[in-house]
């Protein structure tokens, strides 16, 4: 889904940021291209991929209990 310059002047907007008429097309057509280059990694989202794990096994939290000291 391309985003169209309402859209882009809308999040420039909320950010704050002015832009005039040639700015908004530019941006809106970066922003296109960087979305666009999230597509290859979009394709592996439905693959059977193995998720990845912790390389040392079942570790869950290496920070000693909390326990007042009498020094």
Avoid: C
Wanted: glycine residues 4%.
């Amino acid at each position: 889904m391309a985003l169209t310059e309402t859209d882009v002047r809308g999040i420039a907007e909320y950010a704050r940021i002015a832009l005039d008429t040639d700015e908004l097309a530019e941006m809106t057509a970066y922003l296109n291209d960087a979305v666009a280059m999230l597509d290859p990694i979009l394709e592996y989202a439905d693959a059977d991929v193995e998720p990845t794990f912790h390389p040392i096994g079942d570790l869950a939290n290496v920070v000693r209990a909390d326990a007042a000291d009498a020094g």
